[in-house]
């Protein structure tokens, strides 16, 4: 069983950056495919970003050039950096580890973009 725990959520204005991070156990990171998703108000989960277990990103449309995953084996941490925040990133995000296709999620951390 992996555990994740999301934080670094909040409110910001438009334009504004935040920085959410994710504490995974057993060694996860290094060892796991690990994602950002994000939900927002009355729609479904969708991928924001994924960082393979060799450090190659994909992100999706609507993020790319604002948002940058990353991680940290020895911390056993991943990141997301979101720069130039928009009203329409308002979302609770959440964290998710993939492994021979099973998969964890965290228990989600709110991002809201309003000025």
């Known amino acids: 069983q992996v555990q994740l725990v999301e934080s670094g959520g909040g409110l910001v204005q438009p334009g504004g950056s935040l920085r959410l991070s994710c504490a995974a156990s057993r060694n996860s990171v290094s060892r796991y495919t690990m994602g950002w998703y994000r939900q927002p108000p009355g729609k479904q989960r969708e991928l924001v970003a994924r960082?393979?277990?060799?450090?190659?990103?994909n992100y999706a449309d609507s993020v790319k050039g604002r948002f940058t995953m990353s991680k940290d084996n020895a911390k056993n941490t991943v990141y997301l950096q979101m720069n130039n925040l928009k009203p329409e990133d308002t979302a609770v995000y959440y964290c998710n580890a993939v492994y021979w296709g099973t998969e964890y999620w965290g228990q989600g951390t709110q991002v809201t973009v309003s000025s």
């Open positions: 960082i393979t277990t060799g450090g190659s990103t």
